[in-house]
């Protein structure tokens, strides 16, 4: 097949410009030009005889302007165009670490299924939602109280008492020791999952690996050393999320079932994943993650992804080969073994936060990342040894 011209288009708000890309299949020569629609929100682009037309994703000061290509005899083109005062898509680029299905976009007495064969997992009207608080919750109840509840003669556990204390302390949310257990008839959520109840849930398999080794009967596993379970759908086997025998909690993917929102979107991977980049980088200051798999997961990752954000602000992109303004975090990426992986983590000094989902889940991600890679121009696909990838928010 011969190679076909290719726009792509994306909105940096942080320098107010739009940079518009082009992919020849020949030279650039007198008729390559860029023309803008009147409104500014749309462009044609010309070579040849051939044309693309893009809806920009934000719209451009400039209108009914055509602007010729300033080098020729090239098959990557650029063009920037200055960014219209008065638009407002730049306003979707800001990072407010919100993710999709919060509990106030979840409907109520909406029922949980497995998105892939939409086999029940919770009735509905069983549960109501609540929001889980960030990750290092416990650690900042701890930093915020110096004097804590009954937190009398500042004994800070050198005593028996101070000791007794403490375990009440602990068992009351204080201290990084704490966790959230499940509450029968509350679904709690966070930005990659949501936690039930085991007797909330249904139709549902139990495995320390694969599904073909596991139960129905959480209680045929009580033997097991190990934290945390794997849980498939009994109805086609897929894995949808874990138990964790510490916090007593049935633990689900949110890309892996499916529930009824205000917004009507179902998350996917990529987009769970971003919202967790970002999030990090706001709680721990920290550009780099690598992304490796849950412990005790039933498969093994031939490679895990070491992603890098520069700029954690986002950017929107629309491109001639799909459809729409796509939001997303630009990054670097490059995929390494889990040896890597594990001396980078396990170093004395490590710039990387380490972040968990399934061997399944990574592999998605490694193919979402490589798509858009071929989005973007030649020139911006590779930096150094890293790779260029765009993670849909």
Known sequence: MEPQMSVYA???????????????????????????????????????????????????????????????????????????????????????????????????????????CGASIINTSSVAWKDL?????????????????????????????????????????YGASSTISAQK???????????????????????????DQGSTSREDMVETKSQSLNIFCSSCQIQLGFFNLRAAAVTLLKWQVSCKSASGILPNVSECLAATISSTISRSGSAKSIVVPVAGSP???????????????????????????????????????????????????????????PVTAIKQVIHHLEESNKLLPGSERIFKNWKVGLLKR
Not at 42 to 51: E, K, L, N, P
Request: aromatic share 6%; net charge negative.
């Open 299 to 357: 498969e093994k990752a031939d490679q895990v992804i070491h992603i890098w954000v520069l700029l954690s602000r986002g950017i929107v992109y629309s491109s001639s080969t799909i459809e729409g303004s796509i939001p997303a975090l630009r990054l670097f990426y490059r995929l390494i073994s889990q040896e890597e992986a594990d001396r980078m983590l396990e170093g004395m000094i490590c710039d990387a936060q380490e972040i968990n989902l």
């Open 185 to 211: 008839g509350i679904g709690f959520v966070d930005l990659t999952t949501m936690l039930f109840s085991e007797n909330d849930c249904h139709g549902l398999t139990f495995s320390i690996s694969t599904f």
């Open 133 to 173: 608080p960030s990750e290092n919750w416990a650690e900042m109840m701890d930093f915020w109280h110096c004097h804590k509840p009954a937190d009398h003669g500042h004994s800070h556990g050198h005593t028996d008492a101070g000791k007794a204390d403490e375990a009440s302390l602990a068992a009351r949310g």
């Open 10 to 116: 994306e909105l940096r708000s942080y320098i107010q410009m739009i940079s518009v890309a082009v992919s020849l299949p020949s030279p650039s020569d007198a008729s390559t030009r860029l023309t803008i629609a009147a409104d500014g929100v749309a462009i044609r682009v010309s070579h040849r005889g051939d044309t693309r037309h893009l809806r920009l994703p934000a719209k451009a000061a400039l209108g009914v302007t055509s602007i010729p290509v300033q080098k020729q005899g090239v098959t990557t083109v650029e063009w920037r165009l200055p960014l219209s005062p008065d638009d407002t898509s730049q306003d979707s680029t800001a990072e407010d670490g919100t993710s999709l299905w919060s509990a106030m976009d979840l409907e109520v007495e909406s029922g949980v299924g497995c998105r892939n």
